[in-house]
C-alpha cells in the first residue's frame, strides 16, 4: 500500500510538467499542500445554520428508516464495513487525516483511511461524469486564492456522511477550500440535488495541518482482522 502512494505521488509529478490548459496556479496554490485533519468530525452533516439537511419527504423517510435500523445495530446498508470506499464528501468528513497535493494539471487528495486518492482535473477541460463512481467527476480551479471543485456523478452507493445521509446521481457538490491561517482550512460545500433536497443547502469543515511527514499506514482490512471497526 505505501508503494502505491509513493508512484501516485510520482505520477502527479510527471503530470505536473505538461502544459496547462486551465491557467498558472495562484502564488498561494502550494500553500494547500500537506496534511491535514478534521478538527470537529460529526455522525450526521448539518447545515451552516446548524439544523438538518432539506430531505424531501420520500427521502426523509428512507433516511429515517437507515438510522432506526443503525441504532438496532444493522449497518448493512453501509458498504464500507467490508471495507469498499467511502468516497466523498464522506471521506472529507470523517476522522482520518489526508494529503493535499496541487499541480497545474491536478489536485490529489490521498487519503489515510484505507489509502483511497481522489484526483480533481485544473486543466479547464470540464470533465463530465461517463457513469458514476464513487469519488465523481471531479473539475477544480481557484477564484483567488480560494480553491473551488465542483463534483458530478458520484456513485448514490456511498453517502454524504456516516450516518448515511442519502443523494441522487444528480448531486452536483461544489467545495470552496479557503485556509482561514497557515494551518487552518475550510471547506464549504454546497449540495444541489433536487431528487432528494427541496432546497441546496451547505455545510462546512475546519481542517488543522498535521506536522506529519506522511501518512499512517492504515488498512482497513487490518483493522478488522484486529476486531477494531472498520472505519
Known amino acids: 500500500m505505501k508503494a502505491n502512494h509513493r508512484l501516485f505521488g510520482l505520477l502527479l509529478v510527471v503530470l505536473g510538467g505538461a502544459p496547462c490548459l486551465g491557467g498558472a496556479l495562484p502564488d498561494s496554490a502550494h500553500d494547500f499542500d500537506g496534511i491535514w485533519l478534521i478538527q470537529n468530525p460529526s455522525m450526521a452533516l448539518r447545515t451552516v445554520e446548524g439544523?438538518?439537511?432539506?430531505?424531501?419527504?420520500?427521502?426523509?423517510?428512507?433516511?429515517?428508516?437507515?438510522?432506526?435500523?443503525?441504532?438496532?445495530?444493522?449497518?448493512?446498508?453501509?458498504?464500507?464495513?467490508?471495507?469498499?470506499?467511502?468516497?466523498?464528501?464522506?471521506?472529507?468528513?470523517?476522522?482520518?487525516?489526508?494529503e493535499i497535493m496541487v499541480n497545474p494539471r491536478q489536485t490529489a487528495f490521498m487519503y489515510e483511511w484505507n489509502r483511497w486518492a481522489r484526483l480533481v482535473d485544473m486543466t479547464g477541460n470540464d470533465l463530465q461524469p461517463l457513469y458514476a463512481m464513487n469519488f465523481g467527476t471531479a473539475n477544480g480551479h481557484f477564484?483567488?486564492?480560494?480553491?473551488?471543485?465542483?463534483?458530478?456523478?458520484?456513485?448514490?452507493?456511498?453517502?454524504?456522511?456516516r450516518s448515511?445521509?442519502?443523494?441522487?446521481?444528480?448531486?452536483v457538490m461544489t467545495e470552496r477550500f479557503r485556509l482561514v491561517s497557515r494551518d487552518v482550512l475550510e471547506d464549504r460545500v454546497r449540495f444541489e440535488d433536487?431528487?432528494?433536497?427541496?432546497?441546496?443547502?451547505?455545510?462546512?469543515?475546519?481542517?488543522?495541518?498535521q506536522?506529519?511527514?506522511?501518512?499512517?499506514e492504515d488498512v482497513c482490512l487490518d483493522r478488522i482482522r484486529q476486531g477494531r471497526p472498520a472505519i
Do not use: M, N
Open 143 to 161: 477564484e483567488g486564492d480560494v480553491l473551488v471543485i465542483i463534483s458530478k456523478g458520484i456513485s448514490t452507493s456511498v453517502y454524504l456522511d
Open 51 to 98: 439544523k438538518e439537511p432539506p430531505l424531501l419527504p420520500e427521502a426523509r423517510a428512507g433516511y429515517g428508516s437507515q438510522l432506526k435500523a443503525r441504532r438496532q445495530g444493522d449497518t448493512s446498508s453501509d458498504k464500507t464495513t467490508w471495507c469498499a470506499a467511502a468516497g466523498v464528501p464522506r471521506l472529507q468528513f470523517e476522522p482520518y487525516p489526508f
Open 164 to 171: 448515511g445521509l442519502p443523494h441522487s446521481e444528480d448531486l
Open 194 to 209: 433536487p431528487q432528494v433536497y427541496s432546497t441546496a443547502w451547505e455545510a462546512v469543515a475546519t481542517y488543522r495541518r
Open 211 to 216: 506536522k506529519l511527514e506522511r501518512l499512517p
